[in-house]
């Protein structure tokens, strides 16, 4: 057997050579270099293919290097050769006979701007695409986020900013709607804090929709931010691992895996996170008594500290039926414990300012929260070039518990009052069931029209338990705060759009129809309310292109915001007795018009976009601050006869106002050169009020407050991303937020800055990263507000300054670290937009 192996071998290897008629031939080199036409900077990770004319399915060939050249060898023979680069056009020879090494030379590649509705590009190059229905910012890598959340990204994404609770605005507006890959997510439903378990790795692009059309859900009266998560489009197993630590006290990991064949794609993200979170605030507060007088003073300072355990991860299936349907699976499963911990010391004066008592008040919360979402994706795509159909069904489900005990003493004589509880437990249940139909149609595929449906449907309930611990260990509910809040918000939808493309000019209209059924029912206090309306957006938008470079829109649609989460929750906030927080569930929706003009200019360097609008708004969504009529009264151990009274206020948000909202936004990036590039932007708005509210002050008198207000606010950020000597990436970002008023408060200015540095290793393939979030411990709300009997001065910082120290490690990826370029579908069919 041992001597029949080699004469095997030997006979195979002598057919071999007599079927080519020859021996094995040497192999040959292919080289060349790629470039950009307009800026002859070399294009990296370019990708040279060779195809086989006498064997197509045999396919070799290679991707150019940081000076834009490749090198690849290859058996002699003919071949189809093209040279490709995501978002520019293909170069192509067919049928070149190579029989020896060749050098191919220099290949130039332009921009080919008929593709960037389909494609991301995520890098360096375009930051911004104008198109006639939204404006898309695509993010890439950010130094400064890493290890961070998506709402550390968000705040570097022009137009956006976070306030230091996790609340997002756009254009300072906050009734933005946030989507996840085109669709509601329990990740974005519950809280603030609930975004804040998604980390930063897993996003691919955000797309900022600043005026949807009817394709989009009529939700968020300042526009859409759509989240992207990421799901690489590479053949073959590749993926990343990253890990890393910070302080204060942060560590963790994420992993990254996809799995790429002809007729399957599995991808993965699995992110564990443990992040502790110091904040802090203070309250002084002024008290008056019915004629204007000083009665007394309190100082309240808060003390947070933070500690989160989260696992998060999101699982994919994508099935290619044939070259032109696909079905996609996907899991999201997120999880997160925190132990939170609120030490509040009060400080009482009286109208001399001498101290009368000193408190110390301690809340400990338990805070548990999970999601779990299951989505399925149906797609297929017809013979003509943009016809589609997509299905898709998705069904989530959030938990977040909170239970909290909270003990008060009376400093110096420690005296014990009683220990209160809360226990805050919400479940969130929602389906989503969606279609959209797109047909391209007349020469050359310049009009088309779409049609779809959407279903929502939530359901949330919130069981809210207050009172006091007993010494036995019983605990004594009160009636009084104590409810159950079932809230259900089922929203049926249809649309319909139109558009075409006339030489230069596009015009695209849709009409959208949601029903709405609201359900709101306190069980407990047997209060139910039902509320039914069907609502009509229509949409238009005109745009004019110049030339390829140079572009204008003109827009409006009718939105609504809707109320959700804290809005909702009628329960009010522990951690202070004297300053709560409490939601509305009888809360109306704000209907918004939206007129927006919006101009886009490229140069080779320089990117210039503009966009004015004007929002006017009915049934505005208002926090106001308003006295209870209820007092904290404390026994005052040296005068027993006259103890400390403190009125209780709550803040609580109403539909109060009309509101005008007009401004201006730039936005420029400049990239003298590779690799460098430098961002500003700015957003200067007027906001003007009208509306009345009444409410019964801590004296039992009727107050009418007027809150009419005219308030001119700005904000800028500026962005630069440069490399140093050693091949050292720096990033820097600054963030200021302008003064802003209403009726009850002034806002003062908020500045605040971040940097990041990064440095490959490992032959490139693994990166360092150090970034230091809000460098000089700046990010702070600082506000005064006054009603009619009190007035209040407000700090608040939600986490101080956060360093963090990351490694990544990147396996058979053609892309370098910046992630210059994904191609396919993102969004559930929602990013295939028309431009004409």
Do not use: C
């Not at 946030?178 to 809280?191: E, F, T, V």
């Not at 139909?437 to 449906?453: A, C, M, R, T, W």
């Not at 509910?477 to 596009?506: I, M, R």
């Amino acid at each position: 057997m041992k001597k029949l192996l080699p004469v095997t071998l030997l006979f195979i290897t002598l057919i071999g050579y007599a079927q080519g008629g020859q021996g094995p031939q040497e192999p040959i080199k292919i080289t060349g270099t790629v470039l950009d036409q307009e800026t002859d900077q070399p294009l990296e990770y370019a990708t040279l293919v060779l195809q086989s004319v006498r064997n197509p399915e045999k396919v070799t060939g290679g991707i150019t290097d940081v000076n834009g050249q490749f090198e690849v060898e290859t058996a002699p023979g003919n071949y189809n050769i093209s040279v490709e680069y995501i978002s520019y056009k293909s170069y192509k020879l067919n049928n070149q006979s190579l029989r020896s090494s060749t050098n191919l030379g220099v290949i130039r590649l332009s921009l080919d701007v008929a593709q960037l509705a389909e494609v991301e590009v995520v890098g360096e190059r375009t930051t911004v695409e104008l198109r006639l229905d939204k404006k898309v910012y695509n993010v890439g890598s950010d130094l400064t986020v890493k290890g961070g959340s998506v709402t550390d990204v968000l705040s570097n994404v022009p137009s956006v900013s976070v306030d230091v609770e996790g609340n997002i605005s756009l254009r300072g507006n906050e009734s933005v709607r946030i989507l996840i890959n085109g669709k509601p997510s329990a990740l974005s439903g519950l809280s603030p804090e609930a975004l804040q378990q998604l980390p930063a790795d897993a996003i691919e692009k955000v797309e900022v929709i600043t005026n949807p059309s009817a394709r989009y859900d009529a939700e968020g009266t300042a526009g859409i931010l759509n989240i992207i998560l990421k799901q690489s489009k590479t053949a073959g197993v590749n993926g990343s691992v990253n890990v890393y630590t910070g302080h204060p006290e942060t560590y963790g990991g994420s992993l990254s895996l996809n799995l790429r064949r002809d007729n399957f794609n599995i991808f993965t993200n699995t992110t564990y996170r443990y992040r502790s979170g110091p904040g802090n605030a203070l309250f002084d507060q002024e008290n008056f008594d019915s004629n204007g007088n000083t009665l007394s003073y309190q100082n309240e300072v808060r003390d947070y500290q933070r500690k989160d355990k989260s696992f998060n991860t999101n699982v994919g299936f994508e099935l290619f039926l044939d070259e032109s349907s696909s079905i996609t699976n996907s899991f999201v499963f997120s999880k997160s414990n925190g132990d939170n911990t609120v030490n509040v010391d009060f400080s009482n004066f009286d109208a001399n300012r001498t101290p009368t008592i000193q408190r110390n008040r301690f809340t400990t919360e338990d805070e548990f929260e999970e999601e779990v979402q299951y989505s399925l994706n149906y797609q297929k795509k017809f013979e003509r070039e943009g016809h589609i159909l997509t299905f898709d069904y998705q069904y989530s489900k959030g938990i977040d518990n909170e239970n909290s005990i909270i003990e008060e003493v009376i400093l110096g004589d420690n005296i014990a009052l009683d220990t209160e509880r809360t226990i805050d437990d919400q479940t969130q249940i929602s389906q989503l069931v969606q279609m959209d139909y797109v047909l391209p149609f007349g020469k050359d595929n310049q009009s088309q029209f779409e049609i779809g449906y959407r279903g929502t449907f939530n359901n949330n309930n919130t069981d809210f338990d207050f009172g006091i611990e007993q010494q036995d260990g019983g605990f004594n509910s009160d009636p009084n705060f104590s409810n159950e809040l079932n809230y259900k918000e089922y929203v049926n939808a249809a649309y319909t759009q139109l558009g075409s493309k006339f030489n230069k000019f596009s015009i695209l209209g849709g009409l959208r129809m949601e029903a709405s059924d609201i359900g709101i029912e306190l069980v407990n206090s047997n209060e139910l309310t039902n509320k039914d309306y069907v609502n009509w957006f229509p949409s238009i938008f005109l745009g004019y292109e110049f030339s390829e470079k140079e572009q204008v829109t003109l827009s409006y649609s009718k939105r609504l915001r809707r109320p959700r989460s804290r809005f909702i929750n009628p329960f009010p906030s522990r951690s202070s007795n004297t300053n709560l927080f409490q939601g509305n569930a009888d809360l109306d929706p704000t209907f918004t018009d939206a007129y927006d003009l919006g101009y886009l200019k490229r140069w080779d360097k320089f990117t210039f976009t503009t966009s004015g609008y004007f929002n006017r708004s009915t049934g505005v969504f208002q926090f106001v601050s308003r006295e209870t009529g209820d007092f904290v009264t404390i026994e005052n151990p040296d005068d027993p006869q006259n103890p400390i009274v403190v009125p209780v206020q709550v803040r609580s948000p109403i539909n109060l106002a009309t509101e005008d909202r007009y401004g201006m936004e730039f936005t420029t990036t400049y990239t003298p050169k590779r690799n460098w590039r430098l961002t500003w932007n700015v957003n200067a708005f007027q906001r003007d009020l009208q509306g009345d509210f009444t409410y019964i002050n801590s004296q039992n008198e009727e107050i009418v407050q007027n809150f009419d207000a005219n308030n001119f606010s700005w904000f800028t950020r500026f962005s630069a991303k440069i490399p140093l000597p050693g091949k050292i990436d720096f990033q820097t970002n600054f963030f200021y937020m302008g003064p802003s008023e209403d009726a009850q408060n002034t806002n003062k200015g908020m500045l605040s800055s971040d940097l990041g540095l990064s440095k490959d290793i490992l032959k490139d393939k693994g990166s360092l990263t150090l970034n230091v979030g809000d460098i000089f411990n700046t990010r702070k709300r600082r506000s005064d507000t006054r009603t009619e009997n009190v007035a209040t001065y407000s700090e608040f910082q939600f986490r101080e300054r956060q360093i963090t120290l990351s490694f990544q490690y990147r396996f058979n990826q053609p892309q370098n670290k910046n992630d210059r370029s994904r191609q396919g579908r993102s969004g559930g069919g929602e990013d295939m937009d028309f431009e004409g």
